[in-house]
């Protein structure tokens, strides 16, 4: 459905649907309102009345409970005791949820959300902004890319009024929003919208809506009003309300869009016809979709629904699953202090008043002509540009954030790229109960040797082969004996895994090299010949080594020998002791997928045994937070054998590392750069800021590797990624390479280390490490700054990484989560997907997964306290299999509905051009100080 995808982009598209409920958000300000009982310049009267009237969050075509008054979701909207210290006022307090029922027949209205999300945050009923002329919000967009959410802001100027018209009191609120085509980014128009709020919607507790008040609605796609959206509000005289719309754009010749509906809602009985353009009529494109109609009906235990002539598909109401998508995040009452932008902090405040994470910027490309939006965001440090114009960006491109608070609006220019990222390793002491059933991944080099005694295969676990022997030697050089080794998963690929497994042996009989696998149960699809687990030989095949087929097991003979050799990412989780999946209390994870969209694993439920190796330092990482696990002893298999530390990342940038201070990136102790394993080659980073290899790793010797320079007398960029590099300092001689050199930890102190260059005092007592990312092509580890009209670089906030916590998914399972927050709250189970390819019906299978998150919900970052609070769920129903004995709403009362006579019909608004407005007051619902 990729038109269709693509038609609902732009806010034109989004308020074609949902505008009835952009009442509920414009807002801005002034000083003092006029008098009461004066007029103003269009010659209305205002009223006495100094706060705005408001409308729902959102609106779906069903109440989401049954009864005005009950709440089926209070478990979600339960505040923790430390909660309801906060104040009144706050943030926290102010935000407030929205959940909304998910069904998919009659989601003509699901793009309401979205707008809604939108309009929210612009405050327009807030007293300030009561007929104190027009201002200016800045309303944030989102679209998904690859798992990553691009967020774009666009400017909305707002003029909302409280007038007295026939002697009651409306609210006024007229919308101008500038809308870009995205097909035609040269070419823009602006969307008019006059609301008339005649009576303010009523919501529960829970934040349901119980009646959607009175109001109408006109807005103007196009100076001549041929392309509008209409909407209206009114008490049903039986109940709850009324809500008719009425909506046609055409985009050319074959693209019309319509939309015409009318709702009766209430709580208990409702219901509901709809005619819409249907985007599902088209196999593929292009394609001219037909039009469609959808009837539903509820009562309060059922919904029924009807598209077309099909039959009636019938839902439980008191049967429902949700499933949150936003959260906000905020301070607790223990608050104090100022924030990362500098800014005193409140109890109870929105996060998002103290971060920075990011801002779209609106340009006009240098190579065509064409506006363009972009985001300038960072992640773990690393800035860059995400945006949708082809070929990338032009350095010294201009690009403009509108103004944030007084004065003009912000010009900045794009930088030259950087071509790597250059990161400081640091690390804080942790333990293993930080990450208990927390899946990590971490990359494994695993080599070992198999013997076979006549009857099992041997092992020399926690030590080394001495092959003269052969003999298991311990690590303290002694003689040991060997352990039976069981196969088991860790030898066997999966069609999803990112892993490898190589397992081979010399054929002296034949004098070759012959392959394996493993195959157990387990396996999917073995070969032809297959009964029971052993090694068969194998062959190169499209995916790595594969089975012959049919199966050629391998016997193997007294003395007989293996290699095995075990390399990519795997995915393990310290599951503590005792457990009944392993006695080692970690556990490997079976991949049942990778799913690129959020960058996130699937797992299939089953776990094998996982013993982390003697003395190996493991590199994991949890959704951008990284670890480091040692197994240092074997003295009962408890946390207590394992050193653990969290991974501080820093990456190198402009403010951080200058030619006359780069201290918090490299100490001044540190003379050059080098890998433990190869002491000949020596780097440094340019900290100059004129020099055109600014931030990027140079060499300081010469490479053997090459013949046609010699990069140690000529500046040379070192055009390979390096992990691992440590700070060495020249020693007492001050001769790089000399015997007294030595390295230095993130202080600058000596650290004492073996002939290979490892440390031995210890994990407290180790090498000051850095990354180094090579961008060869423009790929990762590039970053692009923007710099600001006096040249300077403009540095963003990293995600707030949030501690380890539990919660319960839908099947009542113990999840242990570590998210980050942006503004999106990332590391929970993504459902979308799933959803959709379910045709969005909800299963207790996919219910099972979903993990929502109460209000309340207390978690840290190791320093801040904060609380979560949903602010947007969806509620699905469950389909009704069998409806014998049941009572059912009539679907038949929907016939009664007109579509062409009673819809509204558009009404000029005679808004006038916009108005010009060049200081911003609200951004992201966030008030601008």
Same mark, same amino acid.
């Given at each position: 459905?990729?038109?269709?995808?693509?038609?609902? +982009?732009?806010?034109?598209?989004?308020?074609?649907?949902?505008?009835?409920?952009?009442? /509920?958000?414009?807002? %801005?300000?002034?000083?003092?309102?006029?008098?009461?009982?004066? $007029?103003?310049?269009?010659?209305?009267?205002?009223?006495?009345?100094? !706060?705005?009237?408001?409308?729902?969050?959102?609106? !779906?075509?069903?109440?989401?409970? !049954?009864?005005?008054?009950? *709440?089926?979701?209070?478990?979600?909207?339960?505040?923790?005791?430390?909660v309801a210290a906060l104040p009144a006022t706050s943030d926290y307090a102010n935000a407030k949820g929205a959940k909304y029922i998910k069904e998919p027949t009659i989601d003509q209205f699901e793009i309401i959300e979205e707008v809604l999300n939108a309009v929210a945050q612009t405050n327009y009923s807030d007293p300030t902004n009561i007929n104190n002329g027009p201002y200016k919000a800045m309303v944030a967009m989102t679209d998904e890319n690859q798992g990553i959410e691009i967020k774009k802001l666009e400017p909305w100027v707002v003029d909302s009024r409280m007038i007295v018209v026939d002697g009651q009191d409306v609210n006024r609120v007229l919308c101008w929003i500038e809308e870009v085509d995205r097909m035609n980014p040269t070419v823009s128009k602006t969307i008019k919208a006059e609301m008339k709020i005649y009576a303010a919607a009523t919501l529960s507790a829970d934040g349901e809506i119980l009646?959607? =008040?009175?109001?109408?609605?006109?807005?103007?796609?196009?100076?001549?009003?041929?392309?509008?959206?209409?909407?209206?509000?009114?008490?049903?005289?039986?109940?709850?309300? +009324?809500?008719?719309?009425?909506?046609?754009?055409?985009?050319?010749?074959?693209?019309?869009?319509?939309?015409?509906?009318?709702? /009766?809602?209430?709580?208990?009985?409702?219901? %509901?016809?709809?005619?819409?353009?249907?985007?599902?009529?088209?196999?593929?494109?292009?394609c001219t979709p037909t039009n469609a109609t959808a009837k539903y009906a509820y009562n309060t235990d059922y919904l029924g629904v009807q598209k077309e002539s099909a039959a009636i598909i019938y839902k439980d109401r008191s049967l429902t699953y949700d499933m949150t998508h936003r959260y906000g995040l905020f301070y607790d009452e223990n608050a104090t202090g100022t924030g990362p932008t500098g800014k005193a902090i409140v109890s109870g405040d929105n996060v998002m008043k103290h971060y920075n994470f990011g801002f779209p910027v609106v340009y006009t490309s240098d190579n065509d002509g064409g506006r363009y939006y972009a985001y300038y965001g960072a992640w773990q440090g690393r800035h860059q540009l995400w945006g949708s114009e082809d070929g990338g960006f032009a350095a010294d491109q201009q690009v403009t954030k509108e103004s944030w608070g007084s004065g003009a609006a912000e010009t900045y220019t794009i930088a030259d790229p950087l071509l790597g990222s250059f990161t400081k390793r640091t690390y804080v002491d942790a333990t293993l109960d930080d990450i208990k059933n927390v899946p990590v991944e971490t990359w494994i080099d695993k080599r070992f040797d198999l013997f076979f005694d006549g009857a099992n295969w041997q092992k020399c676990a926690d030590g080394w082969i001495d092959f003269s022997g052969p003999t298991c030697m311990g690590f303290d050089n002694n003689p040991k004996s060997m352990t039976t080794y069981t196969p088991n998963g860790?030898? @066997?690929? &999966?069609?999803?895994?990112?892993?490898?497994? %190589? @397992? =081979?042996?010399?054929?002296? @009989?034949? !004098?070759?090299? #012959?392959?394996?696998?493993y195959i157990d149960s387990t396996v999917v699809n073995p070969p032809s010949g297959y009964s029971s687990p052993g090694f068969f030989e194998a062959q190169q095949g499209q995916n790595g080594l594969q089975a012959k087929d049919p199966?050629?097991?391998?016997?193997?003979?007294?003395?007989?020998?293996?290699?095995?050799?075990?390399?990519g990412s795997i995915y393990i989780a310290y599951v503590g002791f005792p457990h009944a999946d392993t006695t080692t209390g970690w556990v490997q994870k079976e991949l049942q997928e990778f799913d690129t969209r959020n960058w996130k694993p699937v797992f299939t439920g089953t776990n094998s045994p996982f013993t982390p190796d003697m003395g190996r330092e493991?590199?994991?990482?949890?959704?951008?937070?990284?670890?480091?696990? #040692?197994?240092?002893?074997?003295? &009962?298999?408890?946390?207590?054998? /394992?050193?653990?530390?969290?991974?501080?990342?820093?990456?190198?940038?402009?403010?951080?590392?200058?030619?006359?201070?780069?201290?918090?990136?490299?100490?001044?102790?540190?003379? /050059?750069?080098?890998?433990?394993?190869?002491?000949?080659?020596?780097?440094?980073?340019?900290?100059?800021?004129?020099?055109?290899?600014?931030?990027?790793?140079?060499?300081?010797?010469?490479?053997?590797? $090459?013949?046609?320079?010699?990069?140690?007398?000529?500046?040379?960029?070192?055009?390979?990624?390096?992990?691992?590099l440590q700070g060495w300092n020249n020693g007492t001689d001050t001769v790089a390479g000399t015997t007294d050199d030595f390295p230095v930890d993130a202080l600058g102190a000596a650290v004492t280390v073996d002939e290979w260059g490892f440390p031995t005092g210890g994990e407290t007592d180790r090498p000051v490490e850095f990354n180094w990312e090579y961008a060869a092509n423009g790929g990762w580890g590039q970053q692009q700054y923007l710099k600001d009209i006096s040249g300077n670089y403009v540095i963003l906030s990293d995600p707030i990484m949030l501690n380890a916590f539990d919660a319960t998914n839908g099947a009542s399972v113990t999840k242990t989560l570590m998210l980050q927050y942006d503004g999106w709250l990332h590391g929970l189970p993504d459902m979308h997907q799933a959803l959709q390819q379910n045709d969005w019906e909800m299963t207790t299978d996919l219910a099972d997964k979903i993990i929502n998150i109460p209000a309340g919900q207390e978690v840290t970052d190791g320093t801040n306290g904060f609380?979560?609070?949903?602010?947007?769920? *969806?509620?699905?129903?469950?389909?009704? =299999?069998?409806?014998? =004995?049941?009572?059912l709403p009539d679907v038949t009362q929907a016939d009664a509905i007109n579509l062409t006579t009673d819809v509204p019909d558009y009404t000029a608004h005679g808004? &006038?051009?916009?108005?010009?407005?060049? $200081?911003?007051?609200?951004?992201?619902?966030?008030?601008?100080?």
């Amino acid at each position: 459905m990729k038109k269709k995808a693509n038609r609902f +982009i732009g806010l034109s598209s989004v308020f074609v649907l949902a505008g009835s409920l952009a009442l /509920y958000g414009c807002g %801005g300000g002034g000083d003092t309102p006029p008098t009461a009982g004066a $007029t103003n310049t269009d010659g209305e009267t205002l009223s006495s009345q100094t !706060s705005g009237l408001t409308l729902p969050s959102e609106v !779906s075509a069903v109440p989401a409970s !049954s009864t005005p008054s009950s *709440s089926l979701y209070t478990a979600l909207r339960n505040l923790s005791s430390a909660v309801a210290a906060l104040p009144a006022t706050s943030d926290y307090a102010n935000a407030k949820g929205a959940k909304y029922i998910k069904e998919p027949t009659i989601d003509q209205f699901e793009i309401i959300e979205e707008v809604l999300n939108a309009v929210a945050q612009t405050n327009y009923s807030d007293p300030t902004n009561i007929n104190n002329g027009p201002y200016k919000a800045m309303v944030a967009m989102t679209d998904e890319n690859q798992g990553i959410e691009i967020k774009k802001l666009e400017p909305w100027v707002v003029d909302s009024r409280m007038i007295v018209v026939d002697g009651q009191d409306v609210n006024r609120v007229l919308c101008w929003i500038e809308e870009v085509d995205r097909m035609n980014p040269t070419v823009s128009k602006t969307i008019k919208a006059e609301m008339k709020i005649y009576a303010a919607a009523t919501l529960s507790a829970d934040g349901e809506i119980l009646d959607l =008040g009175t109001w109408e609605l006109n807005v103007s796609f196009s100076d001549d009003a041929s392309n509008f959206f209409v909407a209206s509000a009114e008490p049903n005289p039986n109940g709850g309300s +009324i809500l008719r719309v009425n909506e046609y754009e055409n985009f050319g010749p074959g693209d019309e869009h319509t939309m015409k509906g009318v709702l /009766y809602r209430a709580g208990t009985v409702g219901y %509901g016809k709809v005619l819409y353009t249907d985007y599902d009529s088209c196999t593929e494109w292009p394609c001219t979709p037909t039009n469609a109609t959808a009837k539903y009906a509820y009562n309060t235990d059922y919904l029924g629904v009807q598209k077309e002539s099909a039959a009636i598909i019938y839902k439980d109401r008191s049967l429902t699953y949700d499933m949150t998508h936003r959260y906000g995040l905020f301070y607790d009452e223990n608050a104090t202090g100022t924030g990362p932008t500098g800014k005193a902090i409140v109890s109870g405040d929105n996060v998002m008043k103290h971060y920075n994470f990011g801002f779209p910027v609106v340009y006009t490309s240098d190579n065509d002509g064409g506006r363009y939006y972009a985001y300038y965001g960072a992640w773990q440090g690393r800035h860059q540009l995400w945006g949708s114009e082809d070929g990338g960006f032009a350095a010294d491109q201009q690009v403009t954030k509108e103004s944030w608070g007084s004065g003009a609006a912000e010009t900045y220019t794009i930088a030259d790229p950087l071509l790597g990222s250059f990161t400081k390793r640091t690390y804080v002491d942790a333990t293993l109960d930080d990450i208990k059933n927390v899946p990590v991944e971490t990359w494994i080099d695993k080599r070992f040797d198999l013997f076979f005694d006549g009857a099992n295969w041997q092992k020399c676990a926690d030590g080394w082969i001495d092959f003269s022997g052969p003999t298991c030697m311990g690590f303290d050089n002694n003689p040991k004996s060997m352990t039976t080794y069981t196969p088991n998963g860790e030898l @066997i690929v &999966g069609p999803e895994d990112r892993k490898w497994v %190589g @397992i =081979g042996r010399w054929d002296n @009989i034949n !004098s070759l090299q #012959k392959d394996y696998v493993y195959i157990d149960s387990t396996v999917v699809n073995p070969p032809s010949g297959y009964s029971s687990p052993g090694f068969f030989e194998a062959q190169q095949g499209q995916n790595g080594l594969q089975a012959k087929d049919p199966a050629v097991p391998y016997t193997p003979s007294t003395n007989d020998q293996l290699w095995v050799s075990i390399g990519g990412s795997i995915y393990i989780a310290y599951v503590g002791f005792p457990h009944a999946d392993t006695t080692t209390g970690w556990v490997q994870k079976e991949l049942q997928e990778f799913d690129t969209r959020n960058w996130k694993p699937v797992f299939t439920g089953t776990n094998s045994p996982f013993t982390p190796d003697m003395g190996r330092e493991y590199y994991m990482n949890s959704n951008g937070v990284n670890y480091v696990i #040692k197994r240092k002893a074997n003295v &009962g298999s408890t946390a207590d054998d /394992y050193e653990a530390f969290l991974e501080v990342q820093t990456t190198a940038n402009p403010a951080n590392c200058t030619a006359t201070d780069c201290t918090d990136i490299i100490p001044d102790a540190v003379d /050059y750069l080098r890998t433990p394993w190869d002491p000949n080659m020596r780097y440094a980073l340019v900290t100059a800021a004129a020099d055109p290899n600014y931030l990027l790793v140079k060499f300081l010797t010469d490479d053997i590797n $090459t013949t046609s320079v010699d990069e140690s007398a000529v500046t040379t960029v070192y055009s390979q990624g390096a992990w691992g590099l440590q700070g060495w300092n020249n020693g007492t001689d001050t001769v790089a390479g000399t015997t007294d050199d030595f390295p230095v930890d993130a202080l600058g102190a000596a650290v004492t280390v073996d002939e290979w260059g490892f440390p031995t005092g210890g994990e407290t007592d180790r090498p000051v490490e850095f990354n180094w990312e090579y961008a060869a092509n423009g790929g990762w580890g590039q970053q692009q700054y923007l710099k600001d009209i006096s040249g300077n670089y403009v540095i963003l906030s990293d995600p707030i990484m949030l501690n380890a916590f539990d919660a319960t998914n839908g099947a009542s399972v113990t999840k242990t989560l570590m998210l980050q927050y942006d503004g999106w709250l990332h590391g929970l189970p993504d459902m979308h997907q799933a959803l959709q390819q379910n045709d969005w019906e909800m299963t207790t299978d996919l219910a099972d997964k979903i993990i929502n998150i109460p209000a309340g919900q207390e978690v840290t970052d190791g320093t801040n306290g904060f609380y979560l609070k949903p602010l947007d769920t *969806s509620v699905f129903l469950a389909v009704v =299999g069998d409806t014998t =004995g049941l009572t059912l709403p009539d679907v038949t009362q929907a016939d009664a509905i007109n579509l062409t006579t009673d819809v509204p019909d558009y009404t000029a608004h005679g808004m &006038g051009t916009m108005p010009v407005v060049t $200081t911003v007051k609200y951004s992201e619902g966030v008030l601008v100080e």
